[in-house]
């Protein structure tokens, strides 16, 4: 009986301590947005790339999927026996490894991420932790995914069905040590219509990409004077445009990882903007400047109390 009693435990444990039966999740070919940052990637159709069955991935870099105006982004297959997911991105014809289901605590392994412009390398990467999370009153796979050759790095997981949480063509991005360059960030995940997953870091499904370490914009058309620079309290902002400012314009501003902190009206060609910054954290903030809807202008400003 003991003996019984022990194996029925050591199953339930085996299993995620969550029973019996749990479902496996693959990636959806269907009705499934991935959001990340401004981009949002979508399957539609298929595709057969030396016999084996592809599914065609689309983006868009619209708030909501304006399907006339969408591009080719890769494609994708999921081996149901090895639990591997391979893609083969836009103008390539070779196949890379982004994650494998497989693994348990402690292995490692090579994934390349495909989605991030600023590194497309393989990247060893090892896993932490195995154990579910909750999606839509299911539990998943999850692992806590860390990187192979340094000591310490971010956290990254992936999540059975849905991908990495720097977005479903960026896994193992932990591994990859990058200076000046913010890495993307998974803000949601939508089926049929259905939030299944939303970033507890934020509140939107939709934000504009951070830009340090990204050249910073200015044009023509306006003209922007801050200070105090580095800022403490508050921070004036003397805008200037060139053409007449129209109905939707107004002033954003980030923190380093793309997290709204105001949103300001802009209602004359000539405006100053007092804004109060005590609640704000020393560090590195952007305005973006829009007339018309249309970015203008991007900056960097600091916080330093």
């Not at 149901?80 to 890379?96: G, M, P, Y």
């Given at each position: 009986m003991k003996k019984n009693i022990l194996i029925l435990i050591i199953m339930i444990l085996l299993n995620g301590g969550k029973g019996f039966g749990q479902s496996v999740f693959y990636f959806q070919?269907?009705?499934?947005?991935?959001?990340?940052?401004?981009?949002?990637?979508?399957?539609?159709?298929?595709?057969?790339?030396?016999?084996?069955?592809?599914?065609?991935?689309?983006?868009?870099?619209?708030?909501?999927?304006?399907?006339?105006?969408?591009?080719?982004?890769?494609?994708?297959?999921?081996?149901?026996?090895?639990?591997?997911?391979?893609?083969?991105?836009?103008?390539?014809?070779?196949?890379?490894?982004?994650?494998?289901?497989?693994?348990?605590?402690?292995?490692?392994?090579?994934?390349?991420?495909?989605?991030?412009?600023?590194?497309?390398?393989?990247?060893?990467?090892?896993?932490?932790q195995v154990d579910s999370v909750l999606i839509n009153s299911q539990y998943r796979k999850r692992y806590k995914v860390g990187c192979a050759d340094f000591d310490m790095c971010p956290s990254e997981y992936w999540i059975e069905g849905i991908g990495s949480t720097y977005g479903p063509f960026n896994s193992g991005l932990t591994g990859v040590n990058l200076v000046d360059v913010p890495k993307p960030v998974l803000l949601c995940y939508e089926e049929s219509g259905q939030l299944f997953y939303n970033n507890p870091g934020y509140t939107t499904c939709y934000a504009h990409y951070p830009t340090i370490g990204i050249d910073e914009v200015k044009t023509s058309d306006n003209?922007?004077?801050?200070?105090?620079?580095?800022?403490?309290?508050?921070?004036?902002?003397?805008?200037?445009?060139?053409?007449?400012?129209?109905?939707?314009?107004?002033?954003?501003?980030?923190?380093?990882?793309?997290?709204?902190?105001?949103?300001?009206?802009?209602?004359?060609?000539?405006?100053?903007?007092?804004?109060?910054?005590?609640?704000?954290?020393?560090?590195?903030?952007?305005?973006?400047?829009?007339?018309?809807?249309?970015?203008?202008?991007?900056?960097?400003?600091?916080i330093g109390k």
């Amino acid at each position: 009986m003991k003996k019984n009693i022990l194996i029925l435990i050591i199953m339930i444990l085996l299993n995620g301590g969550k029973g019996f039966g749990q479902s496996v999740f693959y990636f959806q070919d269907s009705n499934s947005v991935w959001s990340v940052w401004d981009k949002k990637y979508f399957a539609m159709g298929d595709s057969t790339v030396n016999t084996k069955q592809y599914k065609k991935y689309y983006v868009s870099t619209d708030s909501i999927i304006n399907y006339s105006a969408i591009n080719f982004f890769a494609l994708l297959r999921e081996d149901s026996l090895t639990r591997k997911i391979f893609a083969i991105q836009k103008d390539s014809v070779n196949e890379k490894l982004i994650y494998d289901f497989s693994l348990t605590f402690g292995d490692t392994t090579t994934v390349t991420p495909i989605g991030f412009s600023y590194y497309s390398s393989t990247i060893r990467i090892k896993i932490n932790q195995v154990d579910s999370v909750l999606i839509n009153s299911q539990y998943r796979k999850r692992y806590k995914v860390g990187c192979a050759d340094f000591d310490m790095c971010p956290s990254e997981y992936w999540i059975e069905g849905i991908g990495s949480t720097y977005g479903p063509f960026n896994s193992g991005l932990t591994g990859v040590n990058l200076v000046d360059v913010p890495k993307p960030v998974l803000l949601c995940y939508e089926e049929s219509g259905q939030l299944f997953y939303n970033n507890p870091g934020y509140t939107t499904c939709y934000a504009h990409y951070p830009t340090i370490g990204i050249d910073e914009v200015k044009t023509s058309d306006n003209q922007s004077h801050i200070y105090p620079n580095p800022a403490q309290n508050s921070i004036n902002f003397e805008l200037n445009f060139e053409t007449e400012v129209l109905a939707n314009s107004y002033l954003i501003i980030t923190d380093i990882v793309g997290r709204q902190k105001g949103k300001y009206n802009i209602p004359a060609k000539n405006s100053a903007l007092v804004v109060n910054t005590e609640t704000y954290s020393n560090g590195i903030y952007f305005y973006s400047i829009y007339n018309n809807g249309v970015l203008k202008e991007i900056e960097k400003f600091i916080i330093g109390k």
